[in-house]
């Protein structure tokens, strides 16, 4: 074999070896899994967002604040995007971001959350619009806005609910009337979204770390809507210690792992309670069994208690 000949096999296997390892590379990119996660600069977003990035996905971590935007885009495998979800035009600049990347949407965490406290016939309505107009309107927006890329992907979509979407007690009525109507959303959701073999969850997390709490008494103090002459001024002291210490609450690292199950299983649940403690698990499905037998009592087709437990039996094999 000549040596001119030599060097031209040498340079055409060296061609071809550089066109397969850049191919390995753009196949390997597009192989990333990629999800967009709402509220991602503090508490459980925060926390999904990192759990996310550190296994290998690609997180468009949605943000309001430039000093956020900022240091999320300083973590591996994170990418900022400017998203408020109540801001109808920073949800579609937000979808035409990610659609121009050219990756696709693999996933969509609804995370984004605020909580209004206090009571029920005293706190002004603004403040229920506001809460419902984040919690509630916030997912369905950003849903709507997104589904298309998910259809796509066949890929899955959660939503951040609370074990207050089941309990609902004193002061905590507007909260639990937004994480209720979570319950529906994610119920509907998945009926509807069977068709094009995507996935819907919601997550259901008790007390974990997070800035929620920080958030309502300062707003709670801005606004005043609570005050010393509230004919339930004695919670009120409570309430703000309470939830004003939120964030020394545990690490919100199991609400991510449940998260990246619902996201990346081949098996994921429809709700994931995530609590972190026994107490809260019992309360939780305590007040579930509750409804249940509230609805059953005294009805013209109540069940028996042995025809309940058969119902359960056949609930629990079909999960």
């Known amino acids: 074999?000549?040596?001119?000949?030599?060097?031209?096999?040498?340079?055409?296997?060296?061609?071809?070896?550089?066109?397969?390892?850049?191919?390995?590379?753009?196949?390997?990119?597009?192989?990333?899994?990629?999800?967009?996660?709402?509220?991602?600069?503090?508490?459980?977003?925060?926390?999904?967002?990192?759990?996310?990035?550190?296994?290998?996905?690609?997180?468009?971590?949605?943000?309001?604040?430039?000093?956020?935007?900022?240091?999320?885009?300083?973590?591996?495998?994170?990418?900022?995007?400017?998203?408020?979800?109540?801001?109808?035009?920073?949800?579609?600049?937000?979808v035409k971001k990610i659609a121009g990347k050219g990756r696709g949407l693999d996933a969509l965490v609804n995370n984004a959350g605020i909580a209004v406290i206090g009571p029920l016939i005293e706190v002004p309505v603004e403040e229920l619009d506001w809460q419902l107009n984040v919690n509630v309107l916030g997912p369905y927006r950003v849903t709507q806005a997104f589904a298309p890329m998910i259809i796509e992907s066949k890929g899955r979509i959660t939503t951040t609910g609370s074990i207050s979407g089941i309990l609902s007690g004193s002061m905590f009525g507007q909260y639990s009337m937004s994480k209720h109507a979570i319950e529906a959303f994610t119920d509907s959701l998945a009926t509807e979204m069977e068709r094009f073999d995507?996935?819907?969850?919601?997550?259901?997390?008790?007390?974990?770390?997070?800035?929620?709490?920080?958030?309502?008494?300062k707003r709670l103090e801005k606004k005043g809507y609570w005050g010393e002459d509230s004919a339930y001024a004695n919670e009120l002291a409570g309430m703000k210690a309470g939830m004003g210490n939120a964030s020394q609450s545990k690490d919100p690292q199991e609400v991510a792992e449940a998260v990246m199950h619902a996201l990346f299983s081949d098996k994921p649940k429809r709700r994931y309670l995530v609590v972190p403690n026994a107490s809260q698990a019992y309360f939780t499905l305590g007040q579930a069994m509750t409804e249940l037998l509230q609805l059953n009592q005294d009805q013209p087709y109540s069940f028996t208690r042995d025809q309940l437990i058969e119902m359960m039996d056949a609930q629990m094999k079909s999960l």
């Open 1 to 94: 074999m000549s040596n001119s000949f030599q060097v031209i096999i040498f340079l055409f296997l060296s061609v071809f070896s550089c066109v397969g390892f850049a191919g390995n590379n753009e196949s390997q990119k597009t192989k990333q899994k990629t999800v967009l996660v709402t509220g991602a600069s503090s508490g459980i977003g925060l926390k999904i967002t990192q759990v996310l990035s550190k296994n290998g996905y690609l997180v468009y971590a949605g943000a309001r604040r430039d000093s956020d935007l900022k240091r999320l885009d300083a973590m591996d495998n994170v990418e900022s995007v400017r998203l408020d979800v109540t801001d109808q035009a920073q949800i579609d600049a937000a």
């Open 198 to 217: 995507v996935q819907v969850s919601v997550i259901e997390p008790g007390n974990y770390a997070s800035k929620i709490g920080e958030s309502f008494v």
